[in-house]
């Protein structure tokens, strides 16, 4: 967990009942103490706690709910439930990145198709998180079924790689692992390629410009999906440390390193607030929304500038540091580039002139910000 994250007080303690009334009124205690819980994160965050100590407040909250209901309902079915599901966090969740009203989604893996107990215990965990507050998206899969689903799904493989176990079916915690594995190493290239490739339909749609009017700070160029395209980008390179294998291969520098994981951190920051502003999942900085957040996140008037003004000045700035990093990415990866995705890893191509001559060809525009990028 993250320094300054808020752990989740104490569940209640799971008990004996008869028939399944006993759900909703569990439930309704497990949401008392999670919106305890969001507004102690919520009282944090006005006192400009960091954008990822509150994504980690929230996803350590919401991990210890399910795993906690998961626990309770088992006890509760007691030798009815002969298998449970491992129960998998993907996408945000599984990167531990949860804004307060952000969707949870699950995965609940079996091993091979459950039985009836199997099955209703699927649907009583749904019914559960529901009522305790959570906004829930799932799925419920065999092994077989999600090798099935991901050779034909781009999105599904990425929200695998990002995935967690959480709780449940314990040997299933291996195949999880050598199914990341695989994505890795057999499909790594192509889902790259795909990813890179719908970044810039995604950009075009906005016009290829990160300086919206009404920015979507998670969607629009810039915002925290570009993080995590760059993200994946690294996810493909030998190195511990998505940014630091970029470094290694000299498509950033130190100090982009910083700027982004800043960028990343206000982006967070930002999403909270409309988030706790909106009581709902919502991501778009209308006009109205960003004098809203900019008091909220702390921002007054000065220097001559309005509070809002002052605060999407910085916005500008911080998605321009995200996409300043990714377009570097996508220019170095086209054909002229120097970048190449080979056998699902991201490689520097080096000329064929002489045996020590680099390809060093970054692009006119990184070459004028540091003249010294090359030799680094």
């Known amino acids: 967990m993250a ?3 808020v752990k989740i007080s104490k569940l209640p303690a799971p008990r004996a009942a008869a028939g399944d009334a006993w759900m909703t009124s569990f439930a309704g205690e497990v949401r008392e103490v999670y919106r ?6 919520e009282r944090r965050h006005r006192e400009l706690a960091p954008g990822l100590a509150t994504a980690r407040g929230v996803s350590a909250a919401v991990e210890a709910i399910v795993c906690h209901l998961c626990g309770a309902l088992r006890l509760w079915m007691g030798p009815r439930l002969r298998r449970a599901p491992a129960v998998v966090a993907l996408g945000g969740f599984g990167r531990r990145e949860l804004s307060p009203r952000s969707d949870i989604d699950l995965l609940f893996l079996w091993d091979k198709r459950p039985g009836p107990a199997g099955t209703a215990f699927a649907g ?42 959480l709780c449940g079916e314990e040997r299933l915690r291996d195949d999880l692992a050598a199914i990341r594995s695989g994505i890795r190493e057999r499909d790594g290239g192509a889902l790259l390629e795909a990813k890179l490739e719908e970044t810039r339909r995604r950009w ?53 390193i910083r700027e982004v994981e800043r960028a990343f951190d206000f982006l967070l920051r930002t999403r909270s607030e409309l988030h706790f502003l909106m009581q709902t ?18 921002y007054t008037d000065g220097g001559g500038l309005l509070a809002v003004e002052r605060f999407m000045r910085d916005y500008y700035a911080m998605t321009r540091a995200i996409y300043a990093v990714l377009e570097r990415i996508l220019e170095e990866t086209r054909g002229e580039g120097s970048l190449r995705i080979i056998d699902g890893s991201l490689y520097r191509r080096v000329g064929t002139k002489g045996l020590g001559q680099l390809d060093a060809r970054f692009g006119g525009a990184r070459f004028r910000e540091d003249p010294l990028f090359a030799f680094k």
Do not use: C
Request: positive net charge; aromatic residues 8%.
């Open 124 to 165: 009583y965990l749904v019914r559960m998180l529901w009522d305790a507050g959570l906004e829930l998206g799932h799925s419920v899969r065999t092994l077989a079924e999600l090798r099935s689903a991901l050779a034909r799904d781009g999105d599904l493989k990425t929200a695998v790689l990002d995935s967690r176990w």
């Open 281 to 298: 999942n919502w991501n778009v900085l209308t006009l109205d929304m960003q004098r809203r957040a900019a008091r909220g996140l702390g």
């Open 204 to 256: 075009r749609k906005h016009g290829g410009s990160f300086h919206l009017i009404e920015p979507n700070v998670k969607e629009s160029p810039g915002g925290l999906r570009d993080y995590q395209v760059i993200r994946w980008v690294g996810m493909t390179l030998p190195w511990d440390g998505t940014l630091e294998g970029l470094y290694r291969l000299a498509v950033i520098d130190r100090h982009d």
């Open 36 to 41: 305890g819980h969001l507004a102690e994160l």
């Open 3 to 5: 320094r300054g994250a």
